[in-house]
C-alpha cells in the first residue's frame, strides 16, 4: 500500500511544457506528479502557448515568477545555468510539439514525460529512443489510465491462468463528444484534434485507442498481434481524412483473435473504456467506470466482483493501493501511481540501477513506440482499403 512516504532520496526537481489554464490535461499531470509530495516539486514551466497567460498560470500554481518562462527554449537554457535547475521536465502540448520538445529536452539532458500518442512516425521514435539511451535519460509516457491496480490484477491473474489460453480479446474506447462538428469550430482542443498537421495520422485510433492497446499489453505482455484490419470512418466529414471512429479486428501470434472500437461519435456514451480477455476456462472483464471493479466470470460457475483493496487480491495489486478499502479510488490515484514510477525509473536510471528498471511495469518509451507503431498499423490497413496488415512490430530495417 502507498501512503506518500518516500521511495526515492528527494523529489525530482519538476517543470511542465504546456498543460496552461485552458488545458485539458495539465491538471491531471499536477494531480499525478504532486500527489506524493515526496517524488515531484514543480519549480519551473512554460505552462501556456500564450507567454504572459502562462507566466499569470505559473504563479497562480506557486512556482517563482522567475521560473514562469514564455518558451520552452528559454527556459532550458535559464535553467541550465542554475545549480537547482529543472531535472525533469513534462510535454503536455499538442500532439504536433511532442518529437521536437522531447528532442530538445533530452539534449538539455533532462529527463522526459510526455503525452501519448508520443509522436508521428516510429522513426522519430526510434531517434529519441537512442537519444535517451545515449543520455542515459528516462522518457515516460502518460497513459493515464494504465496507473489502475485492478489491470495488475488482471495481469496477475492472466499469468496465473486463471482464465486458461486467451482465445478472444475486446477492446473499446468511445465517448460521444465529438458526435458533431460544434466543437471543431469553437474548442482549441478540438481543433487541433482534426487537424492533421498537429495531430498526426489519426484522430480517435491516437487519442483514445492508443490508451487501450497500451494496456491491453500491460495485461497481457505476452501478446503480440501478427496482423490487423483497420477500418476508419470520418461521420463528419470535414474531419477526413481523419477519422471519428474505427473498427480493428486483430489476429495474434498465439491464434487469439481481439476486436476494438473506438469512436468520439459515440453520441450519448459519456464513458465507454472497456476491456474483456476471454480465456479458455473463464473471462476478466474491467471498466473504467468502475475501475475499482474487476469482474471474474468461470464457465459453470457463480460469476464474481473483485473489489480493490481486499486481501485476497494479487501482491502486485495492492502494492498501488493508496486509500484501502470501503472509500473509492479514481483516475487520480492512476496519474499518481504512474507518476511515481516514472520516479522511481528515473532515480534508478541515475543510479545505474538496472535491476529496479527492468522489474518496474510503467509506460516508458518502448510503450510510446508501441502506441506509435499501432496507429502506424491500423492507418496503414485503413488506407490501403481495409486489409488484413502484418503487425510491423519494427520496421524491417531496424529489425
Ligand atoms: P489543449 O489544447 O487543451 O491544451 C494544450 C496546452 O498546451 C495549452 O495550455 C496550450 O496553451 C499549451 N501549448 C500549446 N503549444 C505550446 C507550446 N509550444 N509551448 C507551451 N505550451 C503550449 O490540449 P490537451 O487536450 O490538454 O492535450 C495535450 C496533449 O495531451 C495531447 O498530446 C493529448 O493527446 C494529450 N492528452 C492526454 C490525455 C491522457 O489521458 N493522457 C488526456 C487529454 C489529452
Do not use: K, R, V
Given at each position: 500500500m502507498l501512503n506518500g512516504e518516500k521511495k526515492i532520496a528527494r523529489p525530482f526537481r519538476w517543470a511542465m511544457i504546456g498543460g496552461g489554464r485552458l488545458s485539458q490535461v495539465g491538471y491531471k499531470h499536477r494531480t499525478g506528479a504532486l500527489r506524493d509530495n515526496t517524488a515531484f516539486t514543480l519549480v519551473a514551466g512554460a505552462f501556456d502557448i500564450d507567454a504572459e497567460r502562462g507566466k499569470e498560470f505559473g504563479v497562480n500554481l506557486g512556482v517563482n515568477e522567475n521560473r514562469c518562462y514564455p518558451d520552452y527554449k528559454t527556459m532550458f537554457a535559464e535553467e541550465a545555468k542554475r545549480e537547482d535547475g529543472i531535472e525533469v521536465v513534462s510535454i503536455a502540448t499538442p500532439n504536433g510539439t511532442h518529437y521536437e520538445i522531447c528532442k530538445a529536452a533530452l539534449e538539455a539532458g533532462l529527463h522526459v514525460i510526455c503525452e501519448k500518442?508520443?509522436?508521428?512516425t516510429s522513426e522519430e521514435g526510434e531517434e529519441i529512443k537512442e537519444l535517451a539511451e545515449r543520455k542515459g535519460k528516462i522518457v515516460g509516457v502518460t497513459y493515464g489510465f494504465s496507473g489502475n491496480q485492478m489491470l495488475l490484477q488482471m495481469r496477475a491473474m492472466i499469468q496465473q491462468g486463471k482464465i486458461g489460453d486467451i482465445r478472444m480479446v475486446e477492446l473499446q474506447y468511445t465517448h460521444?463528444?465529438?458526435?458533431?462538428?460544434a466543437a471543431d469550430k469553437t474548442s482549441d482542443a478540438q481543433k487541433w484534434r482534426v487537424d492533421p498537421k498537429v495531430a498526426g495520422p489519426s484522430f480517435v485510433l491516437g487519442d483514445l485507442s492508443t490508451h487501450t492497446y497500451y494496456m491491453s499489453q500491460l495485461i497481457m505482455p505476452q501478446m503480440k498481434i501478427k496482423k490487423l484490419l483497420c477500418d476508419r470512418q470520418s461521420f463528419v466529414g470535414s474531419r477526413a481524412p481523419l477519422e471519428d471512429n474505427a473498427y480493428v479486428l486483430m489476429h495474434y501470434e498465439n491464434g487469439a483473435v481481439g476486436r476494438l472500437w473506438t469512436s468520439s461519435?459515440?453520441?450519448?456514451?459519456m464513458d465507454g473504456h472497456r476491456i474483456r480477455i476471454v480465456g479458455s476456462k473463464g473471462s476478466l472483464e474491467w471498466w473504467d467506470n468502475k475501475g475499482g471493479e474487476l469482474r471474474y466470470e468461470v464457465q459453470g460457475e457463480p460469476a464474481q466482483t473483485l473489489i480493490r483493496a481486499?486481501?485476497?487480491?494479487?501482491d502486485s495489486c495492492n502494492a498501488d493501493e493508496r486509500l484501502g478499502a470501503l472509500h473509492v479510488e479514481g483516475l487520480s490515484d492512476s496519474w499518481a501511481n504512474i507518476y511515481l514510477k516514472f520516479a522511481i525509473a528515473m532515480d534508478a536510471k541515475n543510479r545505474n540501477d538496472e535491476e529496479t528498471l527492468k522489474n518496474l511495469v510503467y509506460p516508458d518509451i518502448n510503450a510510446g513506440l508501441d502506441g506509435i507503431r499501432w496507429i502506424e498499423n491500423c492507418v496503414r490497413s485503413a488506407d490501403n482499403g481495409s486489409t488484413w496488415v502484418e503487425f510491423e512490430h519494427e520496421k524491417a530495417a531496424l529489425v
Open positions: 500518442p508520443l509522436f508521428f460521444g463528444f465529438s458526435a458533431n462538428d461519435i459515440n453520441a450519448g456514451c481486499m486481501p485476497y487480491l494479487d
